[in-house]
Structure formats: structure tokens, C-alpha cells
């Protein structure tokens, strides 16, 4: 019994390996095609990020270029004629064409400039909401104070990337409109508050002195 259970399990198999090399001749071309759509698929995402890094190596060296020159409005010309190949460069150049036409006097243009950037809704809240700060402060001697004073409440929203640099923006609109009181709170918020810089800080701390006050010693910081 022995022998005939060894001899049919050989039986047995060769059979599994007879229809395995079927199997394989007559399937095993879908392996090889998703052997080489693997490989192919490496390789083009290694492809695509040369592509990207070459891409990305090109701005910078535009940009550095266009940067190079001493003349504000030479500047903005260069800039303006470079062509990003994605959103994020292009909204990198409009802030930079813009401080390039600000620098330049053309401080209408930077505005136009950059009020359209912040309307692009596509754009990454960082890029639009820089683009509005930076508006307004081009702004501070044409725009009505109620106008300002909306706008910069508006980037001063709870989680607002530039919500501490608004915050410091309204204490000045308080100061320049006699209300020391409302100034004083804002900037005392700035100070306490656990995502301020060391230098946002430090001038929220010299305006409450210059208004008078004697700012609290602020808790040290864990870690």
C-alpha cells in the first residue's frame, strides 16, 4: 500500500505540474504585461520628478535673474515675463511681480495684482490670504479705516494662517483712532498667544510700552 500511495501521489504531481505549465502558457503573458507595467510605471514617476525638479530648478534660476537687477522696474518686467508651470509658482511670482511694482511706485498695479491673486479660489488659503495682507498694507493711505478694519477681522479669523499679523494691523488702526484701550487688549493677546514669534512679540510688548502701559511678564514656554 505503501508504494502505490507513493506512486500516486508522484502521479499526482506531475499532473499539478502539467497544468501549472499550462496555465503559465496560456496566462502567463498577463504576468509579463503587469511585470512591464510595473517597471514602466517606476520609471515614469522617476521621469515625472526630473521633469518636476528640472522644472522647479528653471523658476528658481528666472526668478534669481529677474531679482538680479537694481532697477525696481526692471525687476517687475522680468518677473511679469516668466512663465510658471504650476499654480503655486505662479502665485509666487504674482507676490513677487507685485512688491517688485510696489517698489517700483506703481502701487496700484501691485494692488490690481494682488487682490486678483486673492481671489483665486484654487489657490491654497496661504498664498490668497498673503496676497490680501499684503494689499491692504499697500492700502493704509487710500482705504477707508472701516474698510481696512473689516478686512484685516477677516484674516484675523480663528485658525488664519496671518491672524497675528492682522491682530497687530487692527491695534494700530485702535491706536491711530484714539482707542489706546482696544489697542492695549489686542496686544496683549498678541503676546500670550502660544503661536506668536519671538519678534511679533516683541513688538506687541515695545507698542504697549510706548502706549504707557507696563506690559506682564509672560509664563516661560514649555519645550
Not at 73 to 101: F, K, M, N, P, Q
Not at 109 to 126: D, F, K, N, T, Y
Not at 148 to 167: F, I, N, S, V
Request: glycine share 8%; proline share 3%.
Amino acid at each position: 500500500m505503501s508504494d502505490t500511495d507513493s506512486f500516486i501521489d508522484e502521479v499526482t504531481e506531475e499532473v499539478r505540474r502539467d497544468r501549472m505549465f499550462l496555465l503559465l502558457k496560456r496566462w502567463g503573458w498577463i504576468g509579463g504585461l503587469a511585470v512591464l507595467a510595473i517597471v514602466g510605471g517606476a520609471a515614469w514617476n522617476e521621469y515625472s520628478k526630473a521633469q518636476d525638479t528640472a522644472r522647479a530648478e528653471a523658476l528658481g534660476d528666472a526668478v534669481i535673474a529677474a531679482l538680479s537687477s537694481n532697477d525696481a522696474a526692471s525687476r517687475a518686467e522680468a518677473l511679469a515675463g516668466i512663465e510658471a508651470a504650476s499654480t503655486g509658482g505662479d502665485a509666487v511670482l504674482a507676490l513677487l511681480t507685485a512688491a517688485a511694482e510696489s517698489g517700483n511706485g506703481d502701487k496700484a498695479a501691485a494692488v490690481a495684482r494682488l487682490e486678483a491673486l486673492a481671489s483665486q479660489g484654487e489657490l491654497p488659503q496661504i498664498y490668497r490670504q498673503i496676497a490680501a495682507f499684503k494689499a491692504l498694507l499697500l492700502q493704509a493711505d487710500t482705504l477707508p479705516v472701516a474698510d481696512r478694519r473689516q478686512r484685516y477681522e477677516a484674516l484675523a479669523q480663528p485658525g488664519a494662517p496671518l491672524r497675528l499679523l492682522a491682530l497687530e494691523q487692527l491695534a494700530l488702526i485702535d491706536i491711530a483712532e484714539g482707542e489706546t484701550e482696544a489697542a492695549l487688549a489686542r496686544l496683549q493677546s498678541i503676546r500670550e498667544d502660544a503661536e506668536v514669534s519671538t519678534d511679533l512679540q516683541q513688538r506687541a510688548t515695545q507698542l504697549m510700552v510706548a502706549l504707557g502701559a507696563e506690559p506682564a511678564p509672560l509664563p516661560t514656554r514649555q519645550g
